[in-house]
């Protein structure tokens, strides 16, 4: 049984008489415990992909199954994380997880068990000492990290990863990536994360989906990354299977696929 299935998924935007299509004919289907990346070239669809898992845009034809259970709109079983944090402003760091797990364990924890059970999550992306400071107060990346943590407290089926990275310099990155391998690890979560960056793919991830360009973009081709875990990054940078997954990779994205549009 597949746990997360995109099945036969198509996308048209329509703005007034001009219609187009963005995806066709998605087909994917991910373990529970998997960690997919989608990598495509900008424009080609992947947000809207992974909106589409997340309940945050209709597909067109096709459907999105969750344990065999059709998603159509929104839910904490699938938690997103963006580019861009999505903390609210006026609350500190503790009250944006907080908020989240009030919402999903309202009736099955206590309000003892719901502030244990924040404060355990901010300490696993370790942002407990940081309780207290609003998102004005911290960094890039630590804002991103409460994201990440108010995403776990929901204990979602899915963690759904929008270029989760994507705005944070090369040094803060490196060190977040390491942090959701971790976690990835001592949680066993289900993660499709969607990333530009093709070493950042290869390091995280069980299967890489690459998507053609658009418009109907598709899967091209799927790769699976067959590198044992716990993975290291600088041990990686030399091992043949990471070399010769990150070259087709490569190769995909700026051989086959040339990208099309300026962006
Ligand atoms: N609400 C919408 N209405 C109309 N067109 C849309 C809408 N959302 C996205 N699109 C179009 O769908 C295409 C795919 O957009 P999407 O954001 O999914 O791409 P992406 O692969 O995530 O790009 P990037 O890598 O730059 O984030 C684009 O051409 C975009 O203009
Ligand atoms: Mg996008």
Redesign the pocket.
């Known amino acids: 049984m597949a746990y997360l299935k995109l099945d036969h998924v198509d996308k048209v935007?329509t703005?007034g008489t001009a219609t187009?299509e963005?995806l066709k004919d998605i087909n994917l289907t991910i373990e529970k415990g998997e960690y997919v990346s989608i990598i495509?070239?900008?424009?080609?669809?992947?947000?809207?992909?992974?909106?589409i898992v997340a309940g945050l845009?209709q597909a067109t034809t096709g459907g999105v199954l969750l344990e065999e259970r059709e998603v159509n709109s929104p839910g904490p079983d699938r938690a997103v994380v963006f580019q861009n944090h999505s903390l609210l402003p006026w609350l500190t760091v503790y009250e944006n997880v907080r908020l989240g797990v009030d919402k999903v364990f309202a009736k099955s924890k206590t309000r003892a068990e719901r502030d244990a059970w924040t404060m355990h999550n901010l300490n696993l992306v370790q942002m407990a000492h940081a309780k207290d400071k609003r998102p004005n107060e911290i960094s890039g990346g630590m804002k991103q990290r409460v994201g990440i943590a108010r995403a776990l407290a929901m204990e979602p089926k899915v963690l759904l990863l929008?270029?989760p990275f994507g705005a944070l310099d090369a040094l803060t990155r490196a060190h977040l990536q390491d942090s959701v391998m971790a976690l990835h690890q001592k949680l066993g979560n289900t993660i499709l994360m969607?990333t530009?960056d093709v070493d950042e793919a290869v390091l995280l991830s069980d299967r890489i989906v690459m998507?053609t360009n658009?418009?109907s973009?598709h899967i091209g081709e799927v790769l699976e990354v067959a590198l044992p875990r716990p993975r290291k990054r600088l041990e990686l940078a030399t091992n043949p299977t990471y070399v010769k997954c990150r070259q087709r990779v490569l190769e995909f994205l700026y051989e086959r696929h040339r990208f099309v549009e300026a962006?």
Do not use: Q, Y
């Not at 495509?40 to 909106?51: A, P, R, Y």
């Open positions: 935007f703005r187009t963005v495509g070239h900008s424009g080609c669809g992947k947000s809207t992909m992974l909106n845009t929008d270029e969607i530009h998507m658009g418009p973009a962006a």
